[in-house]
């Protein structure tokens, strides 16, 4: 199992970017997908999921209408689209890789750096 995130940035408040992982090694398109990150610190925390079929899309409350979790399985990637960004969404964003019926994690990525400052 394999998942690179890439997309993180410095970017200013108010600003928006999009976080992507790659996932290769799994049957992507069979699998729950989630983003989850970490403050420093701070726990990691759970930020967002996404059902194997697209139709179940979850968030934690504080970002909810702010993120947009979204995969291509014909592509094997997980997205996260981030907008209105805060100070307080700077942390590491981690990609997990859950099970085949829910978002329980099984394996995580290495993280990109996403830093809201002006």
């Known amino acids: 199992v394999q998942l690179v995130e890439s997309g993180g940035d410095l970017v200013q408040p108010g600003g928006s970017l999009r976080l992507s992982c790659a996932a290769s090694?799994?049957?992507?398109?069979?699998?729950?997908m989630s983003w989850a990150r970490q403050a420093p610190g701070k726990g990691l925390e759970w930020v967002s999921g996404?059902?194997?079929?697209?139709?179940?899309?979850r968030y934690t409350s504080s970002v909810k209408g702010r993120f947009t979790i979204f995969r291509d399985n014909a592509k094997n990637t997980l997205y996260l689209q981030l907008s209105n960004l805060k100070t307080e969404d700077t942390a590491m964003y981690y990609c997990?890789?859950?099970?085949?019926?829910?978002?329980?994690?099984?394996?995580r990525g290495q993280g990109t750096q996403v830093t809201v400052s002006s």
């Open positions: 997990v890789k859950g099970g085949t019926r829910g978002f329980t994690e099984t394996a």
């Open positions: 996404i059902s194997n079929d697209d139709t179940d899309t």
């Open positions: 090694g799994f049957a992507f398109s069979q699998y729950f």
